[in-house]
């Protein structure tokens, strides 16, 4: 079966300008998360989704950054106004709820210049 | 924030040697697993071990786990070049419940040279 996709696989914008970014997870998977990684670093958590709803988004840096998952499915992680310091591979993951392992998708690099 | 701290940041083996790697962390957990990530991109599940096992083994893999000392280690035998990769752990946050999410640690960059 497919895995977890992400689209775009590359994103340059320039700073001050809007983002989306889309995550396909696994048929079935009721758990969505979306981390940063910085380079050199490990994944950070951004946010946590439980079917349509936000179980957690602690992560979220500040409001320039919202996401979504209207039906449960398809997640888009949108970011305002982008900044220079928003540069950073994000990673999209799903799993069955309380399963532990994650399936991670290939993840999308975006460039703020 | 991160958890875990991976130790070495990076090791050069060559093939055939084994390859330990080691994580620590901070707070009680439920589980603690272990991914390895190629090029920078998609992270892929290698193990997990939960907080009331001290070892387990999937294949050429061998994880160890010590709850007392807020640790774990990664054991790779007879490595192969295609085991290059960065390695790193993860945790939950045990007793929080609730939230799934993974917290990372930084990472160990393992080379294996044929």
């Known amino acids: 079966g497919a895995g977890v996709s992400q689209t775009p696989s590359n994103k340059v914008t320039e700073k001050g300008k809007y983002v989306e970014l889309r995550c396909d997870p696994i048929?079935?998977?009721?758990?969505l998360y979306w981390y940063r990684q910085s380079l050199g670093q490990g994944p950070e958590f951004l946010i946590y989704?439980?079917?349509?709803?936000?179980?957690?988004d602690s992560g979220l840096p500040n409001d320039r950054f919202f996401a979504v998952r209207p039906e449960g499915s398809v997640s888009t992680l949108k970011i305002q106004r982008t900044e220079r310091g928003d540069s950073a591979v994000y990673l999209c993951?799903?799993?069955?709820?309380?399963?532990?392992?994650?399936?991670f998708g290939p993840g999308t690099r975006l460039t703020v210049l | 924030s991160q958890q875990g701290e991976e130790d070495p940041q990076a090791l050069s083996i060559q093939e055939g040697e084994n390859a330990t790697m080691n994580c620590s962390y901070k707070?009680?957990?439920?589980?603690l697993q272990w991914y390895r990530q190629n090029s920078g991109r998609g992270l892929v599940h290698l193990i997990l071990?939960?907080?009331?096992?001290r070892e387990k083994h999937s294949g050429r893999l061998r994880v160890t786990l010590d709850t007392s000392k807020k640790s774990s280690s990664l054991l790779i035998t007879a490595s192969r070049a295609a085991d290059t990769a960065s390695y790193f752990c993860?945790?939950?946050?045990?007793?929080?419940?609730?939230?799934?999410?993974?917290?990372f640690g930084k990472g160990t960059k393992l080379t294996v040279n044929p």
């Open positions: 989704f439980q079917g349509t709803g936000a179980a957690d």
């Open positions: 071990i939960r907080s009331n096992e």
């Open positions: 993860a945790t939950d946050e045990g007793g929080r419940g609730g939230s799934e999410k993974l917290v």
């Open positions: 048929s079935g998977h009721t758990a």
């Open positions: 707070t009680s957990i439920n589980n």
């Open positions: 993951a799903s799993s069955w709820a309380g399963a532990g392992e994650q399936f």
